[in-house]
């Protein structure tokens, strides 16, 4: 099973941006789409965006415009950047298959600052 490493989180203010990474362990060329998940404290772990093998992409609605996912295949991760971070993007940011399978990795704080 790949093992998958996320970091690039911290406190960040109100319209301020981070960059998420995710290293994987092994290859991730093959796998055909993968994600970032966040949690906040007291909600659903929902999906945030995705990255097909092929370049397709998915966004959720609340950060349409905003968070931009991609890939580099040769150093086997997945980016996620933020940019307009608001507070209620503050979360624990994990990557993954989409759909889900498998643990999560320990993820990255997301803190937002109002």
């Known amino acids: 099973q790949v093992q998958l490493v996320e970091s690039g989180g911290g406190l960040v203010q109100t319209g301020g941006s981070l960059r998420l990474s995710c290293a994987a362990s092994?290859?991730?060329?093959?796998?055909?789409?993968m994600g970032w998940y966040r949690k906040a404290p007291g909600k659903e772990r929902e999906l945030v965006a995705a990255l097909s093998s092929g370049g397709d992409t998915y966004y959720a609605d609340f950060v349409k415009g905003r968070f931009t996912v991609s890939r580099d295949n040769a150093k086997n991760t997945l980016y996620l950047q933020m940019n307009s971070l608001k507070p209620e993007d503050a979360a624990m940011y994990h990557c993954?298959?989409?759909?889900?399978?498998?643990?999560w990795g320990q993820g990255t704080q997301v803190t937002v600052s109002s």
């Open positions: 993954g298959r989409v759909p889900a399978s498998g643990s």
């Open positions: 092994e290859s991730i060329s093959t796998i055909n789409m």
